[in-house]
């Protein structure tokens, strides 16, 4: 039975990946380090800024100073926020989900972004309000793939939950990236993926992928998921 929803954030809810991807080019460029899209999302998307700069400086032989992953992480946050246009876009159908949920169920969000890129964003496109849940970068140790996220998203929604605690099978996951999926179903929830950064067959990891989430109500998503 379904208790809970939690939403990834970027490439699930608003359409930033390319902000995040130009920031994070620019800031390793200033590194001497090349960065194309192909590459950011086989082996960055998905993963927090200073998981990214780790991986990206190990891979290019750099050494790893003290603070100097902090220092990078500030300068691209920075230069998300400024290339942020005034019109960030929802995903198709994300809007009218998350209304819907929300009647019903508590809703959370787990992403691997900052959290001020997160509160920002979600004031400005009308839907903080939904949310008592955001779990962010700063709160986990272990980006996804690692289940941590989830685990810990659903722990603070069982804090204020009356009643039974809502187990991870109960949980509806909503994600757009492998390392999403691979970290929802490691959590043991239920996931859907939708397929606005990677391809459907990139996806098969979850257990249900669409195209959009235009052309799907959450009765339906139920349905595919929760009933048997
Ligand atoms: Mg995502």
Known sequence: MLRAVIFD????IVDTERFH?????RVLAEEGIPLTWEEYTQAYLAMDDKNCFR???????QAIAPGIVDG??????????GTLSDAVALFPGVEGLIREAAEKYPLAIA??????????????????????VVVAA???????????????ALGR????????????????????SRHGVAAATSAGMRCL???NSYTPEELTAAHLVLKSLEQVDLQQIIEALFVR
Request: aromatic share 10%.
């Open 9 to 12: 954030f970027d490439g699930v």
């Open 21 to 25: 991807f130009q920031a994070l080019k």
């Open 55 to 61: 991986a990206a400086l190990a891979r290019h032989g």
């Open 72 to 81: 990078l992480s500030e300068r691209k946050a920075h230069y998300f926020f």
């Open 111 to 132: 992403s691997g972004a900052r959290r001020e890129e997160i509160e920002f964003l979600l004031g400005k496109v009308g839907l903080r309000e939904f949310f008592p």
């Open 138 to 152: 700063e709160d986990v140790v272990r980006g996804k793939p690692d289940p941590e996220a989830y685990i810990a």
């Open 157 to 176: 929604l069982n804090r204020l939950i009356s009643g039974r605690p809502v187990r991870p099978s109960e949980c509806l996951v909503v994600e757009d």
């Open 193 to 195: 993926a939708v397929a």
